[in-house]
């Protein structure tokens, strides 16, 4: 976030502290050794380590939607390139279409979650069995 009161360059010295705070965290760094190491206060330590692991976040999110693009049209791809085939009634060509479009709702997550059910439609019953093993 840009700030018109803050000096140029003063958000990429903040973007730098906040890297270097997280970098500290995931060595093992405390909050206060963070602070004591930067020269900033612990709850400004705190804050840039969150900001920094939200960044991070957005960034991982972005890829992840242009991976699954990127995916998506290459089944696009398939199932035009198999189209004569399942228009032709080939049952190769058919169970590839097929497999194209489980694919492509397990990547966009179309197909809702099935439900487990006991006996008669209940509840499913588990049963977790503890066995101690002995010393010997």
Same mark, same amino acid.
Do not use: F, W
């Given at each position: 976030?840009? &700030? =018109?009161?803050?000096?140029? @360059?003063?958000?990429?010295?903040?973007?730098?502290?906040?890297?270097? #705070?997280?970098?500290?965290?995931?060595?093992?760094?405390?909050?206060?050794?963070?602070?004591?190491? $930067? @020269?900033?206060?612990?709850?400004?330590?705190?804050?840039? $380590?969150? %900001?920094? /692991?939200? =960044?991070?976040? *957005?960034?991982?999110?972005?890829?992840?939607?242009? /991976?699954? %693009?990127?995916? #998506?049209?290459?089944?696009? &791809?398939?199932?035009?390139?198999? #189209?004569?085939?399942?228009?032709?009634?080939?049952?190769? #060509? $058919?169970?590839?279409? $097929? =497999?194209?479009?489980?694919?492509?709702?397990?990547?966009? @997550? /179309?197909?809702?979650?099935?439900?487990?059910?006991?006996?008669? @439609?209940?509840?499913?019953?588990?049963?977790?069995?503890?066995?101690?093993? *002995?010393?010997?």
């Amino acid at each position: 976030m840009t &700030h =018109r009161n803050r000096p140029l @360059g003063e958000d990429a010295k903040r973007r730098d502290r906040a890297a270097k #705070a997280l970098e500290l965290r995931i060595l093992g760094a405390s909050y206060r050794q963070i602070a004591a190491q $930067v @020269g900033i206060s612990e709850r400004t330590a705190y804050l840039d $380590v969150q %900001d920094e /692991l939200a =960044r991070l976040d *957005k960034l991982i999110h972005g890829k992840a939607e242009r /991976l699954r %693009d990127l995916e #998506a049209r290459r089944l696009d &791809h398939y199932q035009l390139a198999l #189209a004569p085939g399942i228009r032709a009634g080939d049952p190769r #060509a $058919v169970l590839a279409g $097929v =497999r194209c479009l489980e694919r492509r709702a397990k990547l966009l @997550g /179309l197909d809702a979650p099935q439900q487990l059910a006991g006996v008669d @439609g209940g509840p499913l019953t588990i049963r977790i069995e503890h066995q101690e093993l *002995k010393d010997e």
